[in-house]
C-alpha cells in the first residue's frame, strides 16, 4: 500500500469520515491474553474509533486453552461499544485441557451479545450488505502451530459462497491459506482443497488472517489476502464502496 493511501485512512480515521456505502471494522490477532492481563488501552483506544460496524478477535485469544483465561478475556471484550465476534487459533482449544470448540463457543455465547445463536466456530453474518464468513482452521486435538481446513469445513465454505453468490464476501481466520511469510511451521496444511473452493467462485474480495506475526497485503488471483500482527497491534480495515463489484480495501495498523 502506498504512502498516499495511508495518509488518506488517517485522516479518515481522525475524522471518523466514513460515507455510508464504505464499512469499517476492527482486527486483533494473536492477544494471548492471560488472566492477569487488562485490555483497557485497547479497548480505550477501539471504542474511540467512529463508524465501526464491528470488532474481530481473530484467533490465538489466549495464552493457553484455560476456561478461567478465556472468562476473563470475554468479560473485558465485551465492555467494547461495537459487536464483537471471535475466531479460533492453535491456542484457544485443547480437549485435553477441558476447553474444546464447543466448550469455547458456548462460554462465548452466554459472554457476547453477538454469539448469542452462534452454535459452531464456522459461522456467517453480514453487515451492510457483504457476508463475514469465519472459518475455522484449529486443531482441538493435538494442537500444532500448522493450520489445516478439514474436508468438512471447505465444503461448509464452498455452500456458504454458492448461497452468496451474487454478494461481496470477506473471510475472517486465524491461518492464512497464502503463506504472508517463510515460517513453514506455520503454514497451512493441504490447501489444495481450500485453494480450489476458492478458483470456483468470484465473489470472495478478501480474506483477513494473523497467525504468522507479520503485517502483509498480497492480491493473489484476484483475492486481497491480508495478515496482521501480534496484539497490541491491531488493524483499522475500510471496505470502501463496499456494494460495488470491485471494493477497495484500505487499512491502517495501530500500535
Known amino acids: 500500500m502506498n504512502k498516499f493511501f495511508i495518509i488518506l485512512l488517517t ?8 460515507f455510508a456505502e464504505d464499512l469499517r471494522f476492527v482486527q486483533i490477532d494473536g492477544l ?15 471504542n474511540k474509533l467512529k463508524n465501526v460496524s464491528f470488532v474481530v478477535f481473530s484467533g490465538n485469544n489466549i495464552a493457553k486453552p484455560d476456561k478461567t483465561y478465556l472468562d476473563s478475556f470475554l ?3 465485551k ?3 461495537y459487536p ?3 475466531v479460533l487459533g492453535q491456542k484457544d482449544v485443547n480437549k485435553q485441557k477441558d476447553l474444546g470448540k464447543a466448550d469455547y463457543i458456548k462460554l462465548a455465547s452466554k ?8 452454535t459452531s466456530p464456522n459461522y456467517v453474518f453480514e453487515k451492510k450488505g457483504v457476508i463475514f464468513i469465519v ?12 493450520g489445516y481446513y478439514k474436508p468438512d469445513v471447505v ?11 451474487d454478494k461481496n464476501v470477506v473471510i475472517l481466520q486465524h491461518y492464512p491459506i497464502i503463506p504472508p511469510c517463510e515460517k513453514e511451521m506455520r503454514y497451512t496444511a493441504k490447501p489444495e482443497n481450500y485453494l480450489n473452493v476458492l478458483a470456483k467462485h468470484k465473489n470472495v474480495k478478501a480474506i483477513i488472517a494473523g497467525h504468522f506475526g507479520v503485517n502483509k497485503e498480497m492480491d493473489f488471483n484476484g483475492v486481497k489476502h491480508i495478515s496482521t500482527a501480534d496484539a497490541p497491534v491491531y488493524r483499522i480495515i475500510d471496505i470502501m464502496d463496499c456494494m460495488s463489484a470491485n471494493p477497495e480495501f484500505w487499512s491502517v495498523i495501530k500500535e
Open 135 to 146: 472459518l475455522d482452521g484449529s486443531k482441538e486435538v493435538i494442537p500444532t502451530s500448522m
Open 111 to 118: 459472554k457476547l451479545r453477538t454469539h448469542k445463536k452462534i
Open 32 to 46: 494471548c491474553y492471560s488472566s492477569e492481563q487488562s485490555l483497557d488501552k485497547i479497548i480505550t483506544e477501539v
Open 155 to 165: 465444503k461448509w465454505l464452498d455452500e456458504q459462497l454458492t448461497l452468496n453468490k
Open 11 to 18: 485522516f479518515f480515521a481522525l475524522t471518523g469520515s466514513v
Open 84 to 86: 464483537v465476534y471471535i
Open 75 to 77: 468479560t473485558q471484550a
Open 79 to 81: 465492555r467494547i461499544n
